[in-house]
């Protein structure tokens, strides 16, 4: 075969101005559709283009309040409405947290990520959080919570408290969300992550696969994303941790491959996002996560919990990225 005639899988690829918003369904599915080795190539070159391809950003969890959550999402652990044995707590005092927070920073973290099952939370829980966030900060750490929806006053107040970072999932495409969660709308996320752009954060935002849905479903996650005002500068995608007792507990597992093609497609669409290999990684293979970083995947969170669920202990990521000759990304 003459090699002039192979279309590029890069020749689509814009070379100038910044990323692009209007990305179609067709054009993201198309992307998915390539050979995987196509699918590799271009979206090393688009990493490339952007990052250190062998610097990962790492980031770890703490659930600063955990369970009981009145949301109903179908894969949480935490949701009030699934038996899954985890207990309810109330918000841990400052000593706990920082006392957490200085042991992963010890271990190599540069952002720490502060977790509470809320709906929203009540804006004397806002100036809680402040000064945990205001706490961290202090330590050195790049901050981020998840709190659930926001109203644009506590979005502001968390800017005030210096705020990096907040996480709020559109968690899957707007034609499956319904079956997924019930007790708040897509258009719900929609508002609260405008609240948290306008008040100047940085928005993580991205969402799970794994959940039973079609490849249509990932389609339509990521044009939801990749097609936002502006790109969020944070993108996790979650394999789902399947957790006996939520609905989700018995769902077929995803091919993995395709979960590389989800991160791979995610780091085309998104180009100047960080794109992070989110939850699922304690029950995939180190062959799985080399590919993921392939694909683009530029961030992790460490440490031996993510909210409830187990992850990798540090040293084993270290350990993984001494074997791929990735550097941990300093601040
Ligand atoms: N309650 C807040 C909210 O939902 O916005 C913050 C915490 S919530 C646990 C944060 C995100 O974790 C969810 O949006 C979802 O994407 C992810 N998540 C929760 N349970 C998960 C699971 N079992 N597997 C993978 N990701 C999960
Ligand atoms: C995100 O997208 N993934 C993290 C973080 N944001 C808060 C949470 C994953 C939770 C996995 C299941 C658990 O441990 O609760
Ligand atoms: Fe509650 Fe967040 Fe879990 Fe949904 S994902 S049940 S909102 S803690």
Redesign the pocket.
């Known amino acids: 075969m003459n090699l002039q005639t192979v279309p590029s899988p890069t020749a689509a690829l814009p070379l100038h101005g910044g990323p692009r918003h209007d990305w179609t369904r067709e054009e993201i599915a198309a992307l998915f559709n390539l050979p995987f080795a196509d699918l590799i190539f271009a979206a090393q070159t688009v990493h490339r283009r952007n990052f250190d391809a062998n610097q990962v950003q790492v980031s770890t969890l703490l659930s600063i309040k955990t369970g009981g959550?009145p949301?109903d999402?179908a894969?949480?652990?935490?949701s009030a409405s699934h038996e899954t044995g985890v207990k309810a707590t109330k918000l841990l005092d400052k000593e706990t947290v920082l006392r957490e927070a200085r042991a992963a920073r010890d271990a190599g973290a540069t952002r720490y990520c502060m977790?509470?099952?809320?709906r929203s939370p009540k804006d004397k829980d806002v100036e809680a959080v402040a000064e945990l966030i205001t706490a961290v900060k202090d330590m050195g750490m790049e901050t981020c919570v998840?709190?659930?929806m926001l109203t644009d006053g506590q979005a502001h107040q968390l800017a005030e408290a210096g705020l990096d970072y907040y996480?709020?999932?559109l968690?899957t495409s707007p034609e499956f969300y319904g079956e997924i969660i019930t007790t708040r709308t897509y258009q719900d996320r929609l508002d609260t992550l405008g609240h948290v752009r306008e008040a100047g954060i940085n928005v993580c935002c991205g969402?799970?696969v794994g959940m039973g849905e079609q490849r249509s479903d990932r389609v339509g996650m990521l044009h939801a994303l990749a097609t936002l005002p502006k790109h969020p500068e944070s993108v996790p995608i979650?394999m789902?941790?399947k957790?006996e007792g939520t609905p989700l507990g018995g769902a077929e597992q995803l091919d993995p491959i395709e979960f590389v093609r989800t991160l791979a497609v995610a780091r085309i669409t998104m180009p100047e996002s960080f794109v992070r290999l989110s939850?699922?990684r304690e029950t995939m293979s180190d062959e799985t996560q080399a590919l993921c970083f392939l694909a683009g995947a530029n961030s992790i969170f460490t440490g031996a919990k993510l909210?409830v669920?187990k992850n990798p202990e540090a040293d084993q990521d270290m350990a993984l990225f001494a074997r791929l000759g990735i550097e941990p990304l300093p601040l």
């Open positions: 959550c949301e999402c894969y949480c652990p935490q977790g509470a099952a809320w998840t709190l659930g996480n709020h999932n968690d969402g799970i979650n789902l941790v957790v939850a699922g909210l669920t």
